[in-house]
């Protein structure tokens, strides 16, 4: 076997290791980090955007109750034009529910797509260098088989029946300054 794998086997098992030691002896218990709350800001899509091409429509346009961008904190500065044209809320989140409001459902690229993208940068080295290095070729299909694409822009959403909000009536001013909303107010897609 290469020496190079042989190295990364094993850092990858004494990573792990240590992981599995940390989570049995000092990961347990309601007090970890992952479960203090703290108040965060949440800058939410009031209206959809809409692009022609379905697929495009759904890896790239944000649509009503996305969030767009997570702030820890309460008092945050936002621009009048983000005030103006997004809702923003205040949220009591642990921080793995701060980041999960700004995930994407996202999948590994397909066979087709690896061996279209592969014969692409094949072609591409091939114009520039006029030499192809095997190494290089191997290491961008390793690189390939961790990539993933962006299906679906946001994977939860605000639920604005929740929250008594209607899109349509807004007038663009921020109507829930004083009140501090948590997780319930989250639905997955």
Known sequence: MNKKVIIIIAVAVLILGALGIWKFWGGKGDSSEENTKQVYQAMVAVRDQKNSDPVEDARNSLKAGDVILVKSGENN????TEKASNLILKMELNEEQAQKLVESVTEKLGKDEKKSQLAEYEKSIKENSGQLDEEEMKRYEEELDGQENVVVLR?????????DFVPEKWSGTQLFDGKIFNWSIVEKK
Do not use: L
Not at 77 to 80: G, L, Q, R, V
Not at 155 to 163: H, T
């Open 155 to 163: 994977k939860y959403r605000i639920d604005f029946d929740e929250i």
């Open 77 to 80: 500065p936002w621009s009048d």
